[in-house]
């Protein structure tokens, strides 16, 4: 099956894109292809999308009673964003969930009332794709005016898309026909639990490498549409009697494979856990900045004794007394400091175990 081609509906579900506000170009999202089978569900190249997230200028406004039409540009093309003033999209997912007191559909609204947005300014709008009179336009769920005056958001958005086109716009969905040569049936197998665990792991390494994101709990994570949609794959082969009643509840399953996920992120020393209570609250291991000061301050002050003199402090001696301040701190996460320090040439390793600070 060509990479170009509609996959069939069934091979719809296994493509993240189905569940996600996919982060296109507005050209893309204008030339995007609509299903064959007539459906709301448009394509680019093999991937089913849905939703959208844009970010560009307001380069026109059209008040009407209901709604405001904005037109987003972001440099490859401009799109309309239908932005409805009685938040209709809002009022069925007001479900009782609060911040602060107050509903967060309810807090959105709030928040999109004081947007008020004019020509030039800068939108982030997230909604539903469709088409009238054969043209694309956004029907948004939210939207916000984004306030960028070092343009920070901009520029981390340009970094972002294209990296996101490159890893997984571009490519075919892994375990549809469409990636598949004629008679392949893939070296790795069907989906099981365990491979799905082991695809989180490789997603929230990604994630947390590219975001800002330096602690979180396995409840932060349930809300990253990209992570859950992979936590949400149909599995493809015949699964245990555990696997069957973990895997028959979504809420059971997402649960599932991220603590799994994150133990495993734990033993590899990407992160550690920085308290238990009342919810366990993960700490991304580079991006302690104690961390990083104590361990240095550790190997400096540790240099000075004499027997250290020639070749340094050894890795145990460190592991030591950083987890005197840092219990749940393993040797792997020690690893990834002493590299991160290293990197950074605030030390520098004498010999395979031991290190010299500056």
């Known amino acids: ?32 292809k609509p299903s064959k089978l007539g459906r709301k569900i448009h394509f680019y190249k093999s991937h089913p999308v849905t939703k959208v997230e844009i970010l560009g200028a307001v380069v026109f406004k059209q008040e009407r009673e209901k709604f405001t039409c904005y037109g987003v540009d972001d440099s490859t093309g401009v799109v309309k964003c239908f932005c409805w003033k009685n938040s209709r999209q809002n009022k069925a997912s007001d479900s009782g969930q609060s911040v602060g007191g107050l509903p967060m559909a309810r807090q959105q609204q709030e928040l999109q009332e004081r947007s008020t947005l004019e020509l030039g300014d800068l939108i982030r709008a997230r909604g539903r794709l469709k088409t009238y009179r054969e043209q694309m336009e956004v029907s948004a769920f939210s939207y916000c005016k984004v306030d960028d005056p070092t343009i920070e958001v901009q520029i981390s958005w340009m970094r972002e898309v294209p990296r996101l086109y490159r890893k997984y716009y571009d490519k075919p969905c892994l375990g549809s026909s469409a990636g598949k040569r004629p008679g392949d049936t893939g070296s790795d197998g069907p989906l099981t639990l365990s491979k799905l665990v082991a695809l989180m792991v490789e997603q929230l390494r990604e994630f947390l490498r590219e975001s800002k994101v330096s602690t979180f709990c396995l409840q932060d994570l349930e809300t990253v549409d990209s992570l859950v949609s ?19 509840s979504n809420a059971k399953r997402v649960r599932h494979v991220f ?96 290190y010299v600070a500056f």
């Open 1 to 32: 099956m060509d990479f170009e081609e509609e996959p069939p509906p069934k091979e719809w579900g296994l493509d993240p894109f189905f569940f996600m506000f996919a982060k296109l170009y507005i050209k893309d999202i204008l030339e995007l």
């Open 230 to 248: 992979v936590a949400c794959r149909p599995l493809e082969s015949t699964p245990t009697e555990e696997e069957a009643e973990i895997a028959a």
């Open 259 to 354: 603590t799994h996920a994150a133990q495993k992120l734990e033993e590899e020393g990407l992160a550690f856990v920085k308290k238990c209570y009342p919810v366990k609250v993960y700490q991304v291991t580079v991006k302690d900045q104690e961390l990083l000061r104590v361990t240095r301050q550790i190997i400096l002050a540790d240099c000075k004794l004499p027997h250290n003199a020639d070749q340094g402090c050894h890795f145990l001696s460190v592991f030591r007394s950083v987890t005197e301040r840092f219990r749940s701190v393993n040797k792997a996460a020690l690893r990834q400091v002493l590299d991160a320090l290293e990197l950074s040439s605030d030390i520098v390793s004498s010999t395979g175990s031991h």
